[in-house]
């Protein structure tokens, strides 16, 4: 093979680099679609973007013929079905997670219960499983939503485990209608030595969440499993004495305390 001439080694050097600042324009891309609080129109991702609006057609018309995004039928974008396959697969390969979502498909099995799974993300609790009892259909949670950190179960637990700047900046991150009012150090101490929070719904009265941390081997929280249920079936069936020991066991299976 011939080495190439000066002029031919210096345009495939350009051509290398403009390749890398093309994935790395298109990762900007994507990433202001994730980070984003809805859809976006193409005028608003150039703005967040940085780009001209030309620029930023060509990258979204080219991450929609791969999947990455899509887009509705009032021009929006938005994240498409490969980016979520990928961010899926990426999560089934977190193991601590795989592990309480196996013991929430089993207390949801047994339980009246909708049961699931919260990671942490920069932008706070998220759903990542979630399993619907055949006894209890009425649920407040989907798959994939980012939940309030001070009005939901889930947002304690993490604030009881986490650190003080993860906190602070997914609190900024998140809508101003979840803002709430941040919980006490007593509340979170006690949180910590319950294993477990619990907050009743404040749209449906009639139904309580619960939330207790899941950990990993070093002894750092790896998720969050969380039921949410009727009152007084809570009650009736222990769901607070099974939420916790299916943390416990989740914690001991994924090699934590």
Not at 190 to 197: C, N, Q
């Amino acid at each position: 093979m011939k080495a190439p001439r000066q002029g031919k080694t210096g345009d495939f050097a350009a051509k290398r680099s403009a390749t890398i600042q093309s994935v790395a324009m298109a990762f900007r891309f994507l990433d202001l679609l994730s980070e984003a609080e809805g859809p976006l129109v193409l005028g608003e991702i150039a703005r967040r973007g940085r780009t001209g609006a030309s620029t930023a057609h060509r990258y979204m018309r080219s991450l929609v013929q791969e999947g990455l995004a899509a887009q509705d039928e009032l021009g929006r974008y938005d994240l498409g079905p490969a980016a979520l396959r990928i961010g899926v697969r990426a999560l089934r390969r977190i193991e601590p997670v795989e592990i309480a979502a196996r013991s929430m498909q089993i207390m949801a099995a047994g339980h009246a219960a909708s049961c699931g799974v919260a990671i942490w993300t920069e932008r706070g609790p998220t759903i990542v499983r979630w399993y619907r009892s055949a006894g209890f259909t009425i649920s407040t949670v989907t798959l994939g939503d980012v939940l309030p950190l001070d009005s939901t179960a889930c947002g304690l637990v993490f604030q009881a485990y986490l650190p003080a700047d993860m906190i602070a900046s997914a609190r900024r991150r998140q809508p101003a209608a979840f803002r709430g009012s941040a919980p006490r150090s007593d509340e979170l101490v006690a949180i910590r030595e319950a294993g477990i929070a619990e907050l009743d719904e404040r749209l449906f009265r009639q139904l309580t969440g619960k939330a207790a941390p899941v950990f990993n081997a070093l002894g750092e929280i790896a998720c969050v499993v969380a039921t949410v249920s009727h009152v007084e079936v809570a009650e009736k069936e222990g769901h607070r004495a099974a939420l916790c020991e299916a943390a416990r066991r989740s914690s001991r299976e994924a090699g934590g305390p």
